[in-house]
């Protein structure tokens, strides 16, 4: 659906804070989302009858911050009652609280909350870079070097060496069956 990974750990962190945690949070994400991907029946019905987009001309979902700010922005003159049966309508029983949940955190937290996840991409390549940056990091990357060679060495020798200790244990075996005297 075009969602991205930080905009889906967003949204699940938006549930997760409004109670809805765990399992629970990615199935009402994924109803959620599949509900608003392609409405049917009386949800595209009443969609359109309020005028909210949820696919562009070429029938890519919208981002799910638009789709939800659409929605707030168009339900805000109903009254609870009125809105909740339209939530319902458009996510049925298993995701309108997700849906509701979601709507009251608002698109521009979601969208912040999403910017965030994706900034903090490089705050762990800095710290990781930033630990690295001493004795004990200098000696893990050469022991990590030592480790790929031994892999590599081993990997281009393993018939040579494997013929070789055949040959010893061949002469070895051999000697072993020698007389004493010998």
Request: charged share 15%; no cysteine; aromatic share 2%.
């Amino acid at each position: 659906l075009g969602v991205s990974l930080e905009e889906a750990a967003a949204m699940a962190g938006a549930l997760g804070n409004m109670g809805i945690q765990g399992t629970m949070a990615g199935t009402a994400l994924r109803t959620v989302l599949s509900s608003l991907a392609a409405p049917t029946g009386e949800a595209a019905k009443q969609l359109g009858a309020l005028g909210i987009r949820t696919a562009d001309a070429t029938g890519n979902m919208l981002p799910i911050t638009s789709i939800l700010d659409q929605i707030a922005t168009k339900t805000a003159h109903m009254g609870d009652a009125q809105r909740q049966a339209f939530l319902e309508t458009l996510a049925g029983r298993q995701g309108v609280t997700a849906l509701t949940a979601l709507l009251s955190v608002g698109a521009e937290q979601i969208e912040d909350y999403t910017a965030s996840l994706r900034d903090s991409a490089g705050v762990a390549g800095n710290v990781a870079a930033r630990q690295m940056d001493n004795l004990h990091g200098t000696l893990t990357q050469l022991s990590s070097a030592v480790e790929g060679a031994k892999i590599s060495i081993g990997t281009a020798f393993i018939p040579v060496i494997r013929l070789g200790a055949n040959v010893l244990t061949t002469l070895v075996t051999a000697f072993n069956k020698l007389p004493g005297p010998i």
